[in-house]
Structures are given as structure tokens and as C-alpha cells.
């Protein structure tokens, strides 16, 4: 919940509902602890962590899945999801 006060400025500084909650998310509280920030030398790391898995996503895609065998707490193999053709 926000105050109509909040509403406005989010709409003056094109700041929207997703930006807030990443920085309710991963933000740091100042030093008094009445704000949480989340400054631009915070955002960079969270970017290639970002990029990373956008990579990682698009190689799994490219293979078309994968699939990993579970019995309880052991992972026994892992496969791409394709279909092996057979002469």
C-alpha cells in the first residue's frame, strides 16, 4: 500500500510498480534506516547476473530443454529434450 503522495511521484518521475519492487526487493537500507536505495553500482552486478541467465535460457532453448532424473535428494542424469533419430 502507497499514499496518493507516492502515486503522483512515481508518475511525475517515470518510476513504475515493477521498479519499486525491485527496490523493495534487492535495495539497501541508508544509514539512518528511513530509505532503501538501490544505487547504480548495485544494478550492474544485478545486470550481468541477468545476462548470464538470459544466456544460459537461450542455449537450453536453442537444444531444445532438458531434463534432469531425481530420485528423493539424488540427481541421477540429465538429457536434451530432443529425439534422437534412428537409421
Known amino acids: 500500500m502507497h499514499t496518493r ?3 503522483d511521484r512515481m508518475r511525475q518521475r517515470g518510476i513504475s510498480e515493477e521498479m519499486v519492487g525491485t527496490i ?3 535495495g539497501e537500507w541508508n544509514t ?3 530509505r532503501l536505495e538501490l544505487p547504480k553500482r ?3 552486478p544485478l545486470l550481468r547476473q541477468k545476462r548470464d541467465e538470459l544466456k ?3 542455449r537450453l ?3 531444445g530443454g532438458a531434463s534432469v532424473v531425481v530420485d528423493g535428494d539424488t ?3 540429465v538429457y536434451p ?3 534422437r533419430v534412428r537409421s
Request: hydrophobic share 40%; glycine share 4%.
Open 5 to 7: 503522495h507516492m502515486e
Open 24 to 26: 523493495l526487493e534487492v
Open 32 to 34: 539512518r534506516g528511513d
Open 42 to 44: 548495485a544494478i550492474e
Open 56 to 58: 544460459m535460457l537461450e
Open 61 to 63: 532453448a536453442r537444444r
Open 75 to 77: 540427481l541421477i542424469t
Open 81 to 83: 529434450n530432443t529425439k
